[in-house]
């Protein structure tokens, strides 16, 4: 059965870091671009990054560029996203999720086809 699972989410002070992973089964991760979005109460589902399926290609939404990083380590079967220098407005479920082919870099959501079920990630002091 294809499965998404995200880890690595909880409480953090403003200022502080984070790392989430996604790991994939049932498929091969190689062959595929993947994303990260987020959901804050209240807020529509907003992508944050992507990463092309050799690594090589990362778009990032432009409230987090400089401090988040993805990153991904197909052997693992696993994407990640290092958030840095966190801001209370960093506040949201983050899932991670698999972009349909032939897409190389997308963050419109309706282009992906598989999505973990989320992990919080709350920044507050």
């Known amino acids: 059965q294809l499965q998404l699972m995200e880890s690595g989410g909880g409480l953090v002070q403003p200022g502080g870091s984070l790392r989430l992973s996604c790991t994939a089964s049932g498929f091969t991760l190689d062959y595929y671009s993947f994303g990260w979005f987020r959901q804050a109460p209240g807020k529509e589902r907003e992508g944050v990054s992507c990463?092309?399926?050799?690594?090589?290609?990362?778009h990032y939404v432009d409230s987090v560029k400089g401090r988040f990083t993805i990153a991904r380590d197909n052997a693992k079967n696993t994407v990640y996203l290092q958030m840095n220098s966190l801001k209370p407005e960093d506040t949201a479920v983050y899932y991670c999720?698999?972009?349909?082919?032939?897409?190389?870099?997308?963050?419109?959501?309706?282009?992906?086809?598989?999505w973990g079920q989320g992990t919080q990630v709350t920044v507050s002091s």
């Open positions: 999720a698999r972009l349909k082919k032939p897409y190389i870099l997308s963050l419109r959501d309706l282009r992906y086809d598989y």
């Open positions: 990463i092309s399926s050799s690594g090589r290609d990362t």
